[in-house]
């Protein structure tokens, strides 16, 4: 499939980018729930470095890298995605106050609560009850963030 088709393919190509998005988010979500990423005492222990300390998931992160850096190496070289016109990469790289304070606020909250949005997410599959206070959450947070970004335009 080619961006060719895409772009003139109209809603078959958004079918097949829904498809794409469906089979991707679910390998990532086994691989979040093999990892033991959606239990958040793994994650927190993860984080107490200070204290019982388990660094079991610096193998995941590592193994995320890897795969991400060859991912992305392999992928960048074509002139476009299969299924869209074009990469949809961000404009700006900068870092600037709002990327560090949201990324301050993103760490707070992962400390906190042990989770981060996918494996939230995931976590809802498996039942776990803090993911079913902490999904609304999350989402209310996306949307506060929304309409601030809104007014500051």
């Known amino acids: 499939m080619s ?3 895409a772009v003139d393919g109209g809603a078959r190509a958004v079918t097949l980018q829904a498809i794409a998005a469906f089979f991707a988010g679910g390998v990532f979500g086994i ?9 958040p005492r793994k994650v927190l222990a993860f984080l107490d470095v200070a204290g019982a300390w388990d660094p079991s998931l610096l193998f995941v992160l590592g193994g995320a ?17 299969l299924f869209d016109a074009r990469f949809q990469l961000p404009a700006s790289v900068a870092v600037d106050v709002p ?12 400390g906190l609560g042990g989770y981060c949005p996918g494996p939230a997410i995931a976590s ?4 776990n009850p803090e993911a079913f206070w902490f999904v609304p959450a999350m989402l209310a947070g996306a949307w506060l963030q929304r309409l601030r970004a809104r007014r500051v335009r």
């Open 65 to 81: 890298v890897v795969v991400a850096a060859l991912g992305y190496r392999l992928v960048l070289r074509r002139p476009a995605p």
């Open 99 to 110: 990327l560090v304070v949201g990324a301050a606020v993103f760490g707070v909250g992962w």
């Open 3 to 5: 961006a060719e088709v």
């Open 124 to 127: 809802l599959g498996y039942g």
């Open 31 to 39: 691989g979040l729930a093999e990892a033991r990423m959606i239990d």
